[in-house]
């Protein structure tokens, strides 16, 4: 299994500019986590879907972040327009109980 | 609502020595407990979790990690630390319930020494 699969590994953008963040979870796994981390502020819950359903989006800072799952095998996290502070690391994680398999991360950097 | 304390944020340990890393948890009933660890620039990987049985459990490269319901602790252990255990630890409390959200702690960072 090739674990979950997140794309690019590093972006760097100017702000303003619009940053999508891509993920493929494990197969048949139906729950999917987007979580971005920060010094100051650590691992943070952005949103989850649950068979491609948003459950929880209460995480999302403010209305520049979206996400999307249009199928169990992809999601996509968006920043419209980015800022400086939303550089951080984001983390995609998926399961199938409880037990999260988090991919490799896409670090952000917002000029 | 669960949440995580891990009350050190940093340790310094000597290749070699054994280490206890704290976890004390937040919920009402007894939780899913996962540890994590994740070293510079990688995701997180799984040490273990514990679920329910056995109150001892163990994970991979060594970890064990014992729940204490009378302590609301779970915390991780490793008899002989090995350089390349230096990295950042995270726990993490789960409902029992539909809802699969992790609360994470804030993290210990490990530091080993030679």
């Known amino acids: 299994d090739a674990g979950v699969i997140q794309s690019p590994r590093h972006e760097v953008t100017e702000m303003g500019q619009e940053v999508t963040l891509r993920c493929k979870p494990i197969?048949?796994?139906?729950?999917l986590f987007w979580y971005r981390q920060t010094m100051m502020r650590g691992l943070e819950l952005l949103i989850y879907?649950?068979?491609?359903?948003?459950?929880?989006d209460s995480g999302m800072p403010e209305d520049r972040f979206s996400a999307k799952m249009p199928n169990a095998s992809f999601s996509t996290l968006k920043i419209q327009p980015s800022e400086p502070r939303d550089s951080a690391v984001y983390f995609c994680?998926?399961?199938?109980?409880?037990?999260?398999?988090f991919g490799p991360g896409t670090r952000l950097t917002v000029l | 609502a669960q949440s995580v304390t891990q009350p050190d944020i940093h340790i310094t340990v000597s290749e070699g020595a054994s280490l206890e890393l704290r976890c004390n948890y937040s919920?009402?009933?007894?939780?899913?407990l996962f540890w994590y660890v994740q070293s510079p620039g990688q995701g997180l990987q799984l040490l273990l979790k514990?679920?329910?049985?056995?109150?001892l459990v163990q994970g991979i490269k060594g970890f064990e990690a014992e729940f204490k319901r009378s302590q609301s602790s779970f915390n991780l252990r490793k008899p002989s630390v090995h350089w390349s255990d230096a990295a950042e630890y995270f726990c993490?409390?789960?409902?029992?319930?539909?809802?699969?959200?992790?609360?994470f702690g804030a993290g210990t960072t490990v530091t080993v020494r030679a």
């Open positions: 994680a998926s399961s199938r109980v409880n037990e999260q398999f």
């Open positions: 197969s048949g796994h139906n729950s």
């Open positions: 879907f649950n068979n491609n359903v948003p459950i929880d």
């Open positions: 919920y009402g009933a007894t939780p899913y």
């Open positions: 514990y679920f329910s049985g056995d109150t």
């Open positions: 993490a409390v789960g409902a029992r319930s539909n809802d699969y959200k992790l609360s």
